[in-house]
T-cell receptor, first 109, second 115 residues
Framework: GQNIDQPTEMTATEGAIVQINCTYQTSGFNGLFWYQQHAGEAPTFLSYNVLDGLEEKGRFSSFLSRSKGYSYLLLKELQMKDSASYLC??????????WGAGTKLIIKP | DTEVTQTPKHLVMGMTNKKSLKCEQHMGHRAMYWYKQKAKKPPELMFVYSYEKLSINESVPSRFSPECPNSSLLNLHLHALQPEDSALYLC??????????????FGPGTRLTVL
C-alpha cells in the first residue's frame, strides 16, 4: 500500500526553527513535494526533492533521503504568517501524487 | 505568472440543482486536475486531463461530470449532489501529466455547500 506519515500538529515560537518530518512508503518514487496550505486556501508549492540532500530556498529548506524513505522541511526565523498546514506529497511509479495528511503548524508569539 | 483562477469562490446548492465550477489557466499547461478536499484532510484526486483528454477518473460518482473545452479551461458540472459532497474543490494545472518534476499549481478553490 501507499503510506505517507507526518505529525498531525506541531507548535513553535516566533523567531525559532522547526523541522517537520515526513516518512513514506510508496510503490516507486519519482520525487517529493512540500506544499503550504493556509486554512480555507489552496496549497502553494514550497519545494521539490528528487535527489538525496538538502535544497535551500530562503527561510525554508527541504531534505531527502531516498534510502530511508524520509524527508523533512526546515523553517527558520519563524513568522506568525507561517502558521499553516504543511503537506508532504510523493510522486509514485505511476506519476500520481500521493498526499500525506498534513502537519498543522501553530506559531506562538 | 503561476496563476490558476477558479469561479465561483463559494457555492451553495440544493440536492436537485445543477451547477458548474470553472477553472482557467494561461500558463500553457497541458495537464489539469480536479481535487476534492475535506476539512483537515489532504486533497483527493478526482480527474486528470492531459492534452484536453480525460486520462484519469478516480472512480468518481457520475453526479460529477468534468469537461475540458480547451487547453486553458476546465469545468466540473454538478448534478444531484449529496450533503456529503460539501467540500473545497480545487483545480490544479501542471506543464504536463505523468512527469515527476512537474509542479502542480493550485487555484484558490471553490467552497461548495450542498443543502
Amino acid at each position: 500500500g501507499q503510506n505517507i506519515d507526518q505529525p498531525t500538529e506541531m507548535t513553535a515560537t516566533e523567531g525559532a526553527i522547526v523541522q517537520i518530518n515526513c516518512t513514506y512508503q510508496t510503490s516507486g518514487f519519482n520525487g517529493l513535494f512540500w506544499y503550504q496550505q493556509h486554512a480555507g486556501e489552496a496549497p502553494t508549492f514550497l519545494s521539490y526533492n528528487v535527489l538525496d540532500g538538502l535544497e535551500e530556498k530562503g527561510r525554508f529548506s527541504s531534505f531527502l533521503s531516498r534510502s530511508k524513505g524520509y524527508s523533512y522541511l526546515l523553517l527558520k526565523e519563524l513568522q506568525m504568517k507561517d502558521s499553516a498546514s504543511y503537506l508532504c506529497a510523493v510522486t509514485d511509479s505511476n506519476y500520481q501524487l500521493i498526499w500525506g495528511a498534513g502537519t498543522k503548524l501553530i506559531i506562538k508569539p | 505568472d503561476t496563476e490558476v483562477t477558479q469561479t465561483p469562490k463559494h457555492l451553495v446548492m440544493g440536492m436537485t440543482n445543477k451547477k458548474s465550477l470553472k477553472c482557467e489557466q494561461h500558463m500553457g499547461h497541458r495537464a489539469m486536475y480536479w481535487y476534492k478536499q475535506k476539512a483537515k484532510k489532504p486533497p483527493e484526486l478526482m480527474f486528470v486531463y492531459s492534452y484536453e483528454k480525460l486520462s484519469i477518473n478516480e472512480s468518481v460518482p457520475s453526479r460529477f461530470s468534468p469537461e475540458c473545452p480547451n487547453s486553458s479551461l476546465l469545468n466540473l458540472h454538478l448534478h444531484a449532489l449529496q450533503p456529503e459532497d460539501s467540500a473545497l474543490y480545487l483545480c490544479a494545472s501542471s506543464l504536463l501529466a505523468g512527469v515527476s518534476t512537474d509542479t502542480q499549481y493550485f487555484g484558490p478553490g471553490t467552497r461548495l455547500t450542498v443543502l
